[in-house]
């Protein structure tokens, strides 16, 4: 089972220069998140989608930009990278949303981004 | 808002001593409470989960039990081994995603 992958899982970008995190789900869900992990932090929420042609902000849009064209992916787009996006990267599913009793949400395995 | 503490680490222990975690939620309703690990290097998978009150979660010999009454999540385990080592999340479920709190870094010597 794939489950969600992301790649790159490691990039080191210079201050200024744009990329994006890849983001696919193979279990038809609905629902998919991208979250960062900064250093001795939990996760805060950038983004997330509750189906395709659907985006809502998080915690900490800034700096970010996403897209749902298709159910399977859910690509992050750092325009202009600042030392401060330096940080771990997780995208995540789910095939509910909200407080739906049992939802378990899944997530990919990291993307390790450094801004210099 | 909703909000998850939970107690700082580094947490140090040895080989087959008792573990507890301590996870406190503040939250509108009874959210759906999880417990997710990330080891060295790697993602973070689901440990375990609860869904309403007095629900046990486990997995691995890990125990948590949803209690209303305290709002709390802790994370329990009899007999630690070396490779327990991780840092461990506590989290509740809401409309937008999950709320984590910062994580607890164990450390388990032999």
């Known amino acids: 089972n794939a489950g969600v992958t992301q790649t790159p899982k490691f990039r080191i970008l210079k201050i200024g220069q744009s990329m994006t995190l890849q983001c696919t789900q193979d279990?038809?869900?609905?629902?998919m998140y991208w979250y960062r992990q900064d250093p001795g932090m939990g996760l805060k929420l950038i983004y997330y989608s509750v189906g395709a042609g659907i985006t809502d902000k998080g915690e900490v849009p800034n700096g970010y930009n996403v897209s749902r064209s298709t159910t399977e992916d859910f690509p992050l787009r750092l325009e202009l990278a600042a030392p401060s996006q330096t940080s771990v990267y997780f995208c995540?599913?789910?095939?509910?949303?909200?407080?739906?009793?049992?939802?378990?949400?899944?997530f990919g395995e990291g993307s390790w981004l450094t801004v210099v | 808002g909703d909000s998850v503490t939970q107690m700082e680490g580094p947490v140090t222990l040895s080989e087959e001593a008792f573990l507890t975690i301590n996870c406190t939620y503040t939250?509108?309703?009874?959210?759906?409470l999880f417990w997710y690990v990330q080891y060295p290097g790697e993602g973070l998978q689901l440990l375990l989960k609860a869904t309403k009150a007095d629900d046990k979660g486990s997995n691995k010999g890990f125990e948590a039990t949803y209690r209303k009454e305290t709002t709390s999540f802790h994370l329990e385990k009899g007999s630690v081994q070396v490779s327990d080592s991780a840092v461990y999340f506590c989290a509740l479920k809401r409309a937008d995603g999950l709320t984590f709190g910062k994580g607890t870094h164990l450390i388990i010597q032999p």
């Open positions: 279990m038809n869900h609905n629902y």
């Open positions: 995540a599913s789910s095939r509910l949303g909200g407080g739906a009793s049992g939802n378990t949400i899944y």
């Open positions: 939250a509108t309703g009874y959210p759906s």
